[in-house]
């Protein structure tokens, strides 16, 4: 069964530093969307990304963040400044469409130091 | 505000009987209701969708109804087994062109064997 992927497992990094996260998609899936989720606390939408562009994002999605899709395959949220209240699970998930079931990656553990 | 609310505390029940956890929300007015299920350490993983016209659904041994009167959805796993622990999320997604997804904090289920 296709699955979403997301690398690395665990990212342990200095405050001020800039990190990129990996997602792969299920490949015929048009809509990515990044989450995270703070320890103990709720999954957290962040941003949605469809026809090379950002469609949706929260309040938290602010200008240190930013996605790209650098090529058919992969998908990226990139974190120029990390701070220590970025420490999170962050998750990427797909859809096949606008409002489809959304299918979650095994999540990236950032931790900053 | 939204808000979506579920038990908070932990949901302790004896192998073989009925789980029922409840999802409640206010100001909200959701497309749809889905219940995804969350394993320590690991991505949401989904189990069920519900459409604002729809009253019930199932699959194998869980059932979901949804009352958008009561602003209520509840999820039923019947003959629960050792295997069902987990932290289950309710998740809703708004009506509009909107893809955000918004989740409940979850309930930690518990079967005793």
């Known amino acids: 069964e296709p699955e979403v992927t997301q690398t690395p497992s665990h990212q342990v990094t200095q405050m001020g530093q800039e990190v990129i996260l990996r997602c792969v998609p299920i490949s015929n899936h048009l809509y990515f969307y990044w989450y995270r989720q703070i320890l103990g606390q709720k999954v957290e939408f962040l941003v949605s990304?469809?026809?090379?562009?950002?469609?949706?994002k929260s309040e938290i999605f602010d200008d240190q963040f930013s996605v790209e899709r650098p090529d058919g395959s992969n998908f990226t949220l990139k974190i120029r400044s990390t701070k220590l209240e970025d420490s999170a699970m962050y998750f990427c998930?797909?859809?096949?469409?606008?409002?489809?079931?959304?299918?979650f990656g095994p999540g990236t553990r950032l931790t900053v130091l | 505000s939204q808000k979506i609310e579920q038990n908070s505390e932990a949901l302790n029940i004896q192998e073989g009987k009925t789980a029922t956890l409840t999802c409640n929300y206010t100001n909200y007015s959701p497309a749809y209701l889905q219940w995804y299920r969350q394993d320590p350490g690991r991505g949401p993983v989904f189990l069920l969708l519900i459409r604002e016209n729809e009253k019930e659904k199932r699959k194998e041994r869980l059932k979901v109804t949804f009352d958008t009167t009561l602003k209520q959805s509840l999820f039923h796993i019947t003959a629960s087994q050792p295997a069902d622990s987990a932290t289950y999320l309710c998740a809703l997604v708004p009506s509009g062109g909107y893809q955000k997804v918004t989740f409940g904090t979850g309930t930690k289920l518990q079967v005793i064997p």
């Open positions: 990304f469809y026809n090379n562009e950002i469609s949706e």
């Open positions: 998930a797909s859809s096949e469409s606008l409002r489809d079931t959304q299918y």
